[in-house]
């Protein structure tokens, strides 16, 4: 499924990520955050309420499995606001 973020939504995404997983180093589009980024189930959560907050949207709680890297990210977002 194509990812339709802009720019700006993008680096807002990116921000939460680094904020809310405690990120020291680059955040790449497809590194997953656990094995990558040590980033735990807590910090998934933080993650999905952030974006939920900030973007207004409602991500259901079985979206978060498949929230396992920046794209990923991007992806469900993309979902949520396309509902």
């Keep these: 499924m194509p ?3 802009d720019e700006a939504t993008e ?3 990116r921000e939460i990520l680094v904020e809310s997983l405690e990120l020291e180093e680059e955040l790449t589009r497809t590194g997953l955050f656990k094995e ?9 959560i933080e993650v999905l309420s952030a974006l ?3 973007f207004g ?3 259901e709680q079985d979206e978060l499995p498949n929230m396992v890297n920046f794209e990923a990210v991007l992806e469900v977002l993309s979902r949520a606001e396309a509902r």
């Design 52 to 54: 939920e907050k900030t």
């Design 57 to 59: 949207v409602t991500i």
């Design 36 to 44: 990558d980024y040590d980033a735990d189930s807590l910090g998934a």
């Design 3 to 5: 990812v339709t973020i």
């Design 11 to 13: 680096a807002k995404v």
